[in-house]
């Protein structure tokens, strides 16, 4: 997790992930930036995100970004 929201800082340096549960619905993180996020995820992780899991609900905490990570992470 701790890697995780170094790349989040590195896209996002103003916000604090590790208190934040609102990012989309509060404007925090707009849909370039989540766009930015996935394709680090992809690069960083090797995790490609469907879609259909692009919902503001896996976007609005770091850690419901991590657990979708982990949910698409190639064993």
Same mark, same amino acid.
């Given at each position: =997790?701790? $890697? +995780? #929201? *170094?790349? #989040? *800082? *590195? /896209?996002k340096p103003n916000v604090d992930f590790t208190? !934040?549960? &609102?990012?989309?619905?509060? @404007? #925090?993180?707009?849909? #370039?930036?989540?766009?930015? /996020? /996935?394709? $680090?995820? &992809?690069?960083?992780? @090797?995790?490609l995100i469907p879609s259909d899991e692009i /919902?503001?609900?896996? +976007?609005?905490? &770091? !850690? &419901? =970004?991590?657990?979708?990570?982990e949910d698409f992470k190639e064993n």
């Open positions: =997790m701790e $890697e +995780f #929201l *170094k790349l #989040l *800082k *590195k /896209i208190k !934040e549960q &609102a990012l989309v619905d509060d @404007g #925090l993180l707009e849909s #370039l930036d989540i766009i930015s /996020i /996935i394709s $680090e995820v &992809a690069e960083v992780y @090797g995790v /919902i503001p609900d896996n +976007f609005n905490s &770091a !850690e &419901a =970004m991590y657990e979708l990570i």
